[in-house]
C-alpha cells in the first residue's frame, strides 16, 4: 500500500455539511492526488499536488478544495457535501523519479444522504 | 480527446482460459500506459504499464500489446486463475503541470475467472 493512509475508511454525512477527508503518506513524496471512482466511470482525478503549498485542479475540481501544508498529509474538503458526491475516494501517490506509476490508498467510502 | 474507452465491461473466463480486455485512445500526446487490478474494497494496484515506443510488454502470465498506429491496447491474462477474479483499469497518461501527470482512466472490466 506504499504507506498511504485514508480517514475516515468510511462516512455518511447530510446535503449541505462540510467533510474533510485526510490522507496520509510515510515516505515524503512530493506528488499526491485525489481521485473519485464511480461505476462506469474509472477513476477521474479531483485535485494533485507537486509539493507543500502546490496544488491543481484535475478534470472534476468542482465542489472540493485541497491542502497540503506538510509533506505527508493531503486533505481534500467538500465545502458543502451534495448527493451527487457520493463516491469512493481515493489517494495516490507518485515516486519522485521513474516511471509515472501511482500508487493508490485503500480508499474512502462516502454517502451523502 | 481525453478519453481512454475500455471494453468489455464485464468478461467470464474459465480457469486455463486467455482472458482480454480492450482499450483504445484519440490523444496521441499519451505517453504511458499502465494497466491496474483492483480487488473488492482496495484501492487499485499497477500490474503492468508499456510506453508507446514499445509493440508488446509481458510480465508473468500477463501481457500488454500495443499498437500505436490503431491507437490501441490490450491486456491478456494466460491461464487465467481464480484469483485474477478483480476489476482491470486501462489508463493513459498525459502531461500536466508541476512536472507530472495525469493518468486518464477506463470504465473498468470485471473479471470473473471460474474455477
Known amino acids: 500500500d506504499a504507506g498511504i493512509t485514508q480517514s475516515p475508511r468510511h462516512k455518511v454525512t447530510e446535503t449541505g455539511t462540510p467533510v474533510t477527508l485526510r490522507c496520509h503518506q510515510t515516505e515524503n513524496h512530493r506528488y499526491m492526488y485525489w481521485y473519485r471512482q464511480d461505476p462506469g466511470h474509472g477513476l477521474r482525478l479531483i485535485h494533485y499536488s507537486y509539493g507543500v503549498k502546490d496544488t491543481d485542479k484535475g478534470e472534476v475540481s468542482d465542489g472540493y478544495s485541497v491542502s497540503r501544508s506538510k509533506t505527508e498529509d493531503f486533505l481534500l474538503t467538500l465545502e458543502s457535501a451534495t448527493s451527487s458526491q457520493t463516491s469512493v475516494y481515493f489517494c495516490?501517490?507518485?515516486?519522485?523519479?521513474?516511471?509515472?506509476?501511482?500508487?493508490f490508498g485503500p480508499g474512502t467510502r462516502l454517502l451523502v444522504l | 480527446q481525453q478519453q481512454v474507452k475500455q471494453s468489455p465491461q464485464s468478461l467470464i473466463v474459465q480457469k486455463g482460459g486467455i482472458s482480454i480486455i480492450n482499450c483504445a485512445y484519440e490523444?496521441?500526446?499519451?505517453?504511458?500506459f499502465p494497466w491496474y487490478q483492483q480487488f473488492p474494497g482496495k484501492g487499485p494496484a499497477l500490474l503492468i504499464a508499456i510506453r508507446p515506443d514499445v509493440s508488446e510488454k509481458k510480465e508473468g502470465r500477463f501481457t500488454i500489446s500495443f499498437n500505436k498506429s490503431a491507437k490501441q491496447f490490450s491486456l491478456h491474462i494466460m491461464d487465467s486463475q481464480p484469483g485474477d477474479s478483480a476489476t482491470y483499469f486501462c489508463?493513459?497518461?498525459?502531461?500536466?503541470?508541476?512536472?507530472?501527470?495525469?493518468?486518464?482512466f477506463g470504465q473498468g472490466t470485471t473479471l470473473q475467472v471460474k474455477p
Open positions: 490523444n496521441t500526446a499519451f505517453d504511458y
Open positions: 489508463a493513459a497518461r498525459t502531461l500536466l503541470s508541476g512536472n507530472t501527470g495525469k493518468l486518464i
Open positions: 495516490a501517490i507518485r515516486e519522485d523519479r521513474g516511471q509515472e506509476t501511482q500508487y
